[in-house]
């Protein structure tokens, strides 16, 4: 039923997060705990739990690109994650966008930008397949295998995607064809070339994800916030965040347990980076410090 409606389903989810997050404005964040707690104590715990460091929803994604002549060509398929959760929280002052903040830094490298038909459907089956839907999990990853081999004319241009697990999925599911980059890898491999890296004297933090680690790109994680950034703490035993997707929201004591000690570790930074939004809501929450994408630090660097 959600598989095949997940546009209305999509979008359903990010109008909930704009009006909770309006609440949250009006109420405070004292109130806003307070009240989210009792909701989940009177539902047994089965209503997911609310956290100061959640995020708004992102605008719909629309590419114009008049006039523009060249060859540079890039297909982008923002998540759905990053479609319906890739705004900033009342908590962080950065009030962009992640899907808005990746066209600036693409068009600002002089890349035509290419979106899948439909997107607004698309899916690559993550959130099913890990909640044991193998099936459905499968025939969305088929839909997007279609719609991005389409796009891509038949993987002759690359592809990015803004979130590693899902891009690990795809990598693990889709047609071999295709051209697939996560945030870290694309900026190393097209963008070191195309932008000029101006380094800003701030501490930072990051967070390379679990399926950043799995493929082999934590020091290029590393290497890439180093670029942008004066100082880089990589948090000592800080290894998966615990948010496990969505697993957050219903076991938030599995975040709060994998994140201990690094509040303490984070306490001098302005901000800490990484490549997945649900794992960067956990990840402020118990650090103290907004987390944002890695791309929003390039962005920032750039020109």
């Not at 100061?52 to 629309?62: A, D």
């Not at 493929?215 to 965040?241: H, N």
Request: proline share 4%; glycine share 6%; with cysteine.
């Amino acid at each position: 039923l959600v598989g095949d409606r997940f546009d209305k389903v999509s979008n359903t989810v990010g109008k909930t997060l704009n009006l909770v997050d309006m609440v949250h404005k009006t109420a405070g964040t004292k109130t806003m705990e307070k009240a989210s707690g009792w909701a989940r104590k009177a539902a047994l715990n089965k209503l997911p739990q609310w956290n100061r460091s959640m995020p708004m929803s992102s605008k719909s994604v629309k590419i114009n690109n008049p006039g523009l002549a060249t060859d540079l060509e890039v297909v982008y398929f923002p998540s759905c994650a990053s479609r319906m959760m890739g705004g900033p929280s009342q908590e962080d002052i950065q009030r962009r966008d992640l899907p808005e903040t990746t066209v600036s830094l693409l068009k600002k490298a002089g890349y035509k930008i290419l979106l899948p038909e439909n997107l607004e459907s698309l899916c690559c089956g993550q959130a099913f397949a890990s909640k044991g839907f193998e099936e459905e999990g499968s025939k969305k990853a088929g839909k997007l295998s279609q719609a991005l081999l389409k796009i891509s004319r038949d993987g002759s241009i690359s592809i990015l995607c803004d979130t590693s697990p899902c891009l690990l999925r795809m990598k693990e599911t889709l047609d071999s064809r295709l051209q697939l980059l996560e945030p870290v890898e694309f900026t190393l491999t097209y963008l070191m070339e195309r932008l000029n890296f101006k380094q800003k004297e701030i501490e930072i933090a990051i967070h390379p994800t679990c399926s950043t680690i799995k493929m082999g790109l934590a020091d290029s994680l590393y290497e890439l916030a180093c670029r942008c950034a004066t100082k880089v703490v990589w948090p000592e035993q800080i290894f998966c965040c615990g948010f496990a997707g969505d697993r957050g929201f219903s076991f938030p004591e599995l975040n709060e347990s994998a994140l201990k000690g690094l509040a303490g570790q984070v306490s001098r930074c302005d901000a800490g980076y990484s490549t997945s939004k649900t794992c960067e809501i956990g990840l402020s929450l118990h650090s103290r410090i907004p987390y944002r994408s890695i791309l929003h630090l390039v962005d920032e660097v750039t020109f």
